[in-house]
């Protein structure tokens, strides 16, 4: 059987294993074995796995699955490294723009060096319920604002919205904000499927600012600090709680690459 190769990306601090599977080398269904790939100490540890796969819509297909081991839905800091990853492989130039096909439908990116430039789908609503607002990035997001950001229990606080009844089975990922002026938050993110917080998360920090410009005004493009650097998103209102040409522009790193030949042969338990 052939070599089962990875690459290690981080988009701010938020981390993936991304396997090329064009020849469909690896088991998509084998939940199990992507959350073994994901843990922090028996496997190469990150808080998602992705696949590149073929596509007759795009340059390529995007599959994301959170560090549980479950396909889920989209993620920002994810497809931003992917087309990084994709770029590694020859199948995208610097400063070309490229399409590919995700969960909820085809995104447009560009690659300018270290920077990855990613058109989100449209924002169609933004729903204010228990003090916070909640609105759809590709993910299910869950905006809430708070003063002391650094003194939040993101963890504690962020796992008792998650699994309230508010979310239904389906739950969402849980976003605290401080917003420091115009054009300018600072966020934490509890994410689902990952259960935890991450140092960063694309879609809430889309979620994030376009419910800041909702509730304040302000410019259409604003800056986000993230707990593993900066992101940059820019937008166009389209009505109220509406958003189109929403970009999400960042960093998105190469950390390592190897084999997971081995890890396929042997699990230790977790
Ligand atoms: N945990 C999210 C998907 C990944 C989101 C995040 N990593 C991003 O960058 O958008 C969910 O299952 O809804």
């Not at 590919?100 to 449209?122: N, P, R, T, Y």
């Not at 419910?211 to 259409?220: D, V, W």
């Given at each position: 059987m052939s070599s089962i190769r990875f690459s290690?990306?981080?988009?701010?601090?938020?981390d993936f294993v991304i396997v090329d599977n064009r020849n469909r080398v690896f088991d998509s269904d084998n939940n199990d074995?992507?959350?073994?790939?994901?843990?922090?100490?028996?496997?190469?540890?990150?808080?998602?796995?992705?696949?590149?796969?073929?596509?007759?819509k795009g340059a390529f297909a995007m599959r994301y699955y959170n560090?549980?081991?479950?396909?889920?839905?989209?993620?920002?800091?994810?497809?931003?490294?992917?087309?990084?990853?994709?770029?590694?492989?020859?199948?995208?130039?610097?400063?070309?723009?490229v399409?590919?096909?995700?969960?909820?439908?085809?995104?447009?990116?560009?690659?300018?060096?270290?920077?990855?430039?990613?058109?989100?789908?449209?924002v169609k609503g933004i729903e204010e319920l228990d003090g916070g607002f909640y609105?759809?990035?590709?993910?299910?997001?869950f905006v809430r604002y708070v003063d002391d950001?650094?003194?939040?229990?993101?963890?504690?606080?962020?796992?008792?919205?998650r699994y309230s009844n508010m979310f239904g089975d389906g739950g969402a990922n849980i976003n605290f904000v401080r917003y420091n002026k115009a054009g300018h938050i600072s966020l934490r993110t509890y994410e689902r499927g990952v259960e935890d917080e991450t140092w960063s998360c694309g879609t809430g920090t889309v979620a994030s600012v376009l419910?800041?410009?909702?509730?304040?005004?302000?410019?259409?493009?604003?800056?986000a600090d993230v707990k593993g650097g900066k992101l940059k998103v820019s937008f166009t209102p389209a009505g109220r709680g509406l958003f189109t040409d929403i970009r999400l522009d960042g960093p998105a790193k190469f950390v390592f690459e190897g084999t997971l030949d081995n890890f396929l042969k042997q699990q230790d338990g977790i």
């Open positions: 290690k990306y981080h988009g701010t601090g938020n074995f992507v959350m073994h790939i994901c843990h922090r100490r028996f496997g190469v540890g990150a808080d998602g796995f992705m696949l590149l796969e073929s596509s007759d560090s549980d081991g479950r396909e889920s839905t989209m993620c920002g800091n994810g497809g931003r490294c992917l087309v990084a990853f994709a770029r590694q492989l020859g199948l995208v130039k610097d400063g070309e723009l399409e590919f096909e995700a969960i909820d439908g085809l995104h447009h990116a560009v690659c300018m060096g270290d920077i990855i430039s990613l058109k989100m789908v449209d609105l759809d990035t590709g993910s299910p997001h950001l650094q003194g939040t229990d993101v963890y504690k606080e962020g796992s008792k919205l419910t800041s410009y909702y509730r304040f005004g302000g410019p259409l493009i604003w800056d």
